[in-house]
């Protein structure tokens, strides 16, 4: 079974830094699709940042220049750094996967994207002031 399990997350002091990972496992697929979401208290989840198997990334308009997604493909890890925490980033964070293919492209991780069908089960990220 694929698995997807986050860590990195924590109670911070605004102005500073987390990494966010994302460990997977059982993941077979020849090309996929890799994501970064959140889901900030009380508001809807939202794409942060989506990565294919050839390296390419794609950032919502929000969410560019905010964030770096990085994949290292020999540790199996998705990476998510996080500079310069303000409050406004304090959400669930969580790492989700999906097969690519003719069918379920493009890799985006914006409203009305190909649905991803592999979860993790979050890592919390809260940010005081």
């Known amino acids: 079974q694929v698995l997807l399990v986050e860590s990195g997350g924590g109670s911070v002091q605004a102005g500073g830094s987390l990494k966010l990972s994302c460990s997977a496992s059982?993941?077979?697929?020849?090309?996929?699709?890799l994501g970064w979401f959140r889901q900030p208290p009380g508001k809807e989840r939202e794409g942060v940042a989506a990565i294919d198997s050839d390296g390419s990334t794609t950032y919502p308009d929000s969410m560019k220049g905010r964030f770096i997604i990085f994949h290292d493909t020999a540790k199996n890890t998705l990476y998510l750094p996080i500079n310069d925490l303000q409050p406004a980033d304090t959400g669930m964070y969580y790492c989700?996967?999906?097969?690519?293919?003719?069918?379920?492209?493009?890799?985006?991780?914006?409203?009305?994207?190909?649905?991803?069908?592999?979860w993790g089960k979050g890592t919390m990220v809260t940010v005081t002031s």
């Open positions: 989700a996967g999906r097969a690519l293919g003719p069918y379920s492209s493009p890799c985006t991780v914006v409203p009305g994207s190909f649905p991803f069908g592999y």
């Open positions: 059982g993941y077979t697929y020849n090309t996929y699709c």
